[in-house]
């Protein structure tokens, strides 16, 4: 009886790590290098181990593939007659049909699988075709162009930064989301508000009202702009550096540039925003450090006021440590304020400009330089409106009515002001007409 007792006691632990990993989802594999499934899943076959690595990489090319050629297509669905009424109707340009449409269709439910290809058209297509634009640019222009714009860029930056935080305390809006509403109307729109966010700490409710509240005037101003700088009389490089130093997000001001070229038949309008804009976008890192520094004093002020009474709650616990902060972060841990710069920086810019080199002094070099230097510039083109129409897709006019009326009012302000500035200086400059 005591060696049948035994026996089964034996079996049950030899089958239990079997059931265990049976549970975790892990295949058991032969020790003796037989093929099994889990040999041929994990690609162990090799005795190198290269087919692993060259399965698992196609399979998630091929899964992210999937994931994002669906909104990247509904786009297209939309940039491609936008690009063509844009040429029947100047006036209006690709870029203006492309929103409209987009925000029309946004009204609509939409399946969550075309997300990630809208959000990727959005944000990576719009970057990738500003450096196609680069291919048509000559690189001696866009420094010229970039140190002409730093005056009135610092004047921009400073109006709005300085309004945000006046009106923030008067219209009692969170100090975050008024931070977030002065940087992303002074700088780059979502992209400052997604660098500066993790630094002050912003909470996700903040940061989606002032996403919202700058892309709310970003579409007003690619209507409302080359409208208004028509009517004012503005040359394309005094409506160029208007757009790149007074419109929020970049997208809008390559579409507004677009729209002008449509109505005057000349790219420098669109080229002279872009260089002016991607000037404006360096902007980040100063900003985003000196926040993060600002940031890390306080913390160390807030850590050094509750000192004392820290020390008098452990004097009362009878030498037992005080309860840790909510959240279990530490005033002066600085964890959260850590800057990355690899994060922050635009890279988008960098290789912008390699393509102005490239199109300044090696296109010359090669026989049909000129016509591949067209042909990219063209590309960017289409790729602004294919942008534009993930942008519309992704602007929802009753969730920016429900942002509420004062932070809209904060932006409203700040992007007024930016306006006018930026025209006051230019006047004062002589660069506008």
Known sequence: MNEEKTLKETENVNEEPTATTAAEGETPCNEQGEKSECGAENGDNKPDGRGNGAKAFFGAVWRWLKAVIPGVALCAIIAVPSWFLGKLVPVIGSAVFAIVIGMVIAFFRRPKWLEKGIKFTSKKVLQAS?????????????????????????????????????????????????????????????????????????????????????????????????????????????????AGTAINDTSSVVAAGQSWSSMTGSDAALQYATIVKLTRTLAIIPITLALAVWQMIKAKRAASAAAPAMTAQVSENGGESAPAPAGGETADDGKAFKFSFVKVFPWFVIFFLVAAVISTWLFPAMGPGEGVSDFLSSAGKFMITLAMAAIGLNTNIIKLIRTGVKPILLGFICWVAIAFVSIGVQSAMGMLF
């Open 130 to 242: 500003i450096v196609f634009l680069g291919f048509g640019m000559n690189f001696i222009s866009v420094v010229q162009v970039g140190g002409n714009s730093l005056l009135i860029i610092v004047s921009t930056i400073a109006t709005s930064l300085v309004l945000a935080f006046i009106l923030g305390k008067l219209l009692h809006i969170p100090s975050a989301a008024a931070t977030l509403v002065g940087v992303g109307s002074s700088i780059c729109g979502g992209s400052a508000i997604a660098a500066t966010a993790p630094v002050i700490r912003a909470k996700d409710s903040e940061v989606a009202t002032s996403i919202s509240v700058i892309f709310l005037f970003n579409v007003l101003a690619a209507f409302t702009f080359p409208a208004i700088g028509q009517a004012v009389g503005m040359s394309d490089t005094g409506f160029g550096m208007w």
